[in-house]
Nanobody, 119 residues
Framework: EVQLVESGGDLVQPGGSLRLSCAVS????????MIWVRQAPGKGFEWVSG???????KYANSVKGRFTISRDNAKDTLYLEMNSLKPEDTAVYYC?????????????WGQGTQVTVSS
């Protein structure tokens, strides 16, 4: 059974930092691309960042230069390092399994972790 479990969401002040983690099981993590998607209150889903199985990364313009995606294949864990956080980064963040080795999403999502940026 494919499982993705996010953690690390919290309330943080503007300009602060957080690191999200996504522990996965039930599939060969190292063979698939992985994605972070977020949903702000009252808005649709936004693709945030992706990493291929080979480690190539891509970012949405809204987070480029502030967020860093990474993966630890030995630990079957995906990360999202978020710096210089802004109120508009407030959202539920989801970890998504890739359909292939690249960024296209599969149907397997985690339960989400809440990030709130507010003073």
């Amino acid at each position: 059974e494919v499982q993705l479990v996010e953690s690390g969401g919290d309330l943080v002040q503007p300009g602060g930092s957080l690191r999200l983690s996504c522990a996965v099981s039930g599939f060969a993590f190292s063979s698939y691309g992985m994605i972070w998607v977020r949903q702000a209150p009252g808005k649709g889903f936004e693709w945030v960042s992706g990493v291929t199985s080979g480690g190539t990364t891509k970012y949405a313009n809204s987070v480029k230069g502030r967020f860093t995606i990474s993966r630890d294949n030995a630990k079957d864990t995906l990360y999202l390092e978020m710096n210089s956080l802004k109120p508009e980064d407030t959202a539920v963040y989801y970890c998504v399994k890739g359909l292939t080795t690249h960024y296209g999403p599969d149907d397997y999502w985690g339960q989400g972790t809440q990030v709130t940026v507010s003073s």
